[in-house]
């Protein structure tokens, strides 16, 4: 995969709708989840959302629609 591979510094993923901030190696994957909330069932109380990376402060932060913020710091 391209993750194993180890090949790049950063992977920004998203075909499995799942939020995702993971160091695998020298990769950082990210996944910012799903701006469709018909992906998230009502067990995991997910909304919608979009992830920023900051690679100057290696910071991710996954931003709901509804304006709340969750920043990861690298």
């Known amino acids: ?12 993923l998203g075909h499995t709708h799942i939020k995702r901030i993971e160091k695998m190696g020298k990769t950082l994957v990210l996944n910012p989840g799903s ?3 018909n992906f998230f069932s009502e067990k995991t109380n997910e909304g919608p959302c979009v992830i920023v990376y900051d690679e100057k402060r290696q910071m991710a932060e996954f931003i709901n629609v509804n304006g709340n913020m969750n920043s990861i710091r690298l």
């Open 1 to 12: 995969s391209l993750i194993e591979s180890q090949l790049f510094d950063i992977l920004i």
């Open 35 to 37: 701006l469709n909330r």
